[in-house]
């Protein structure tokens, strides 16, 4: 079996203020992870045990799961929700499906009910309060999903509520501008898998540099139009924290790079784990 080259697992640490946020959830540790594509190939079983075991260390009071755990066969979610039921958080563990979640017509109904039989809770354009009523989980369709319909859901909310949005593709948050958004968690982006020191995300400098490269070539270069399946409009936020500003004030997007690999493989673009305090 091929192994696609990947890079030692990061924790990213991060703080991010919420406008609102009650006293008693301050110091709220939220862990994030995405992307598994677990498959027997796109994911190393050490490398998923190893993200498992310091998600638990750090302790989390949720641990949220932003979408595509499987590739395209969605079988291997039983495998997977079999390791996945040894995370462990106060408030318990929430995840929303990303677009290979969807890949056959009975993939959503396999993966959800895989998940739930181990106690993870599935949202799919819901609300939960695993933290108490005064800070809303809204967990979206993924955003290439026909049952892409934010606005029911969003509306329903309380302005004065503060909420953290799941949603699978960081290309949501251009739609999601239309409503208050704390803190946006995504993923499928893997980071670009290819970073460039200095320069970063091979994607995103392609994509930016369009203008600069004759269009004959485009057919030939990845991450233009012509050859590679488009993955997200707005590269520049394929990882990291990112701050949006719309007409209601200011929304918050954090894209997480993912565990899972594509060919050919990452570089200095490590699969992540990441640990987010609310503050």
Not at 47 to 56: E, P, R
Not at 152 to 172: A, C, G, K, W, Y
Not at 266 to 278: D, H, K, N
Request: aromatic share 10%; net charge negative.
């Amino acid at each position: 079996m091929i192994k696609i080259l990947s890079e030692p697992l990061s924790i990213e640490s991060l703080n991010v203020k919420i406008n609102g946020l009650p006293k008693y959830l301050q110091n709220t540790k939220i862990v994030q992870l995405s992307d598994f594509h677990y498959d027997g190939l796109l994911l190393a079983e050490d490398l998923l045990a190893q993200a498992i075991d310091f998600t638990n260390q750090l302790k989390p009071d949720l641990i949220v799961l932003t979408g595509d755990f499987v590739t395209h066969n969605p079988q291997p979610i039983y495998q997977l929700a079999k390791q996945l039921k040894h995370l462990q958080s106060r408030a318990g563990v929430y995840a929303i499906l990303g677009n290979h979640d969807l890949y056959y017509t009975h993939s959503q109904t396999e993966i959800t009910k895989a998940l739930t039989g181990v106690e993870i809770e599935v949202l799919w354009n819901q609300i939960a309060y695993p933290l108490g009523s005064h800070l809303a989980l809204v967990g979206l369709a993924d955003f290439w999903s026909p049952e892409f319909h934010p606005a029911p859901v969003m509306n329903s909310l309380d302005i004065h509520i503060p909420r953290i949005v799941l949603s699978h593709n960081p290309d949501s948050a251009v739609v999601l501008q239309n409503w208050r958004v704390d803190l946006q968690l995504s993923g499928h982006t893997h980071g670009g898998q290819i970073v460039i020191p200095g320069v970063g995300s091979l994607p995103n400098w392609i994509s930016s540099s369009r203008h600069k490269i004759p269009e004959l070539f485009w057919p030939w270069i990845p991450f233009m139009e012509g050859k590679w399946p488009k993955v997200v409009e707005n590269w520049q936020w394929s990882q990291g924290l990112h701050q949006i500003t719309t007409n209601l004030g200011t929304n918050q997007l954090y894209v997480n790079r993912g565990l899972g690999t594509f060919p050919p493989g990452r570089w200095y673009c490590p699969p992540e784990v990441t640990a987010i305090t609310l503050v």
